[in-house]
């Protein structure tokens, strides 16, 4: 018999691979017993809604994805390449064969105006990115501006990769992102 810690992670990792792959309204909780291979009783036990299944889901997404970009970007040695490694990660992730988009984005439109779960959990994890890239601006000694703009730069290039299938839109972003700061330099030494 399996531990509920067990059991709870083989429900999740189904989860997050089904909803992730073809959607949370395509996905019953059915395939998600039949994929976990945790019983029907015992999943129910654990997530005793659809919905609560969503929020846990989102928020294991979450912590991976900001810690996997977290350990990518911690490994370069100046502050800068640490802004502008973001989107050499974003790049990477795009080009992974299961590159579906940001779940966030994509929960976010299929249930965001109708689940106040989801829009809490898509709102917050934006909101994590942002403020990770204020505190990535902050270190590198870069105008408090520079993280918004860097910001939406990533997320267009996220939807453009998830809409043109291509990883290209990184590239692209990390190059505005470098003239963006380069922009922001001079800017400062003329003041």
């Known amino acids: 018999m399996l531990s509920p810690e067990m059991a709870g992670a083989r429900v999740l990792d189904a989860a997050e691979a089904l909803f992730y792959r073809r959607g949370i309204q395509a996905v019953g ?18 997530y005793p809604s659809k919905g609560d299944l969503v ?10 994805w900001r810690e996997r970009l977290a350990e990518y970007v911690d490994a370069q040695s100046s502050p800068r390449e640490r802004i502008l ?37 898509a709102r917050a994890h934006k909101q994590a990115f942002q403020q990770y890239l204020v505190g990535l601006v902050a270190d590198a000694g870069e105008p408090s501006w520079a993280a ?9 290039a996220m939807t453009t990769a998830a809409i043109c299938g291509s ?25």
């Open 167 to 191: 990883p290209e839109s990184a590239v692209q972003a990390r190059e505005a992102a470098r003239l963006l700061l380069e922009s922001a330099r001079t800017a400062s030494r003329a003041a």
């Open 29 to 46: 909780m059915d395939e998600i017993r039949n994929t976990s291979g945790v019983s029907l009783k015992r999943l129910y036990q654990l």
């Open 85 to 121: 490694a973001v989107f050499s990660w974003l790049y990477d992730w795009f080009n992974q064969p299961d590159f579906r988009g940001c779940a966030f984005i994509n929960s976010f439109g299929e249930l965001g105006t109708v689940s106040p779960a989801v829009a809490d959990a």
């Open 55 to 64: 929020e846990a889901y989102l928020l294991r997404r979450d912590a991976r």
């Open 148 to 156: 918004q703009h860097l910001s939406l730069l990533a997320e267009g």
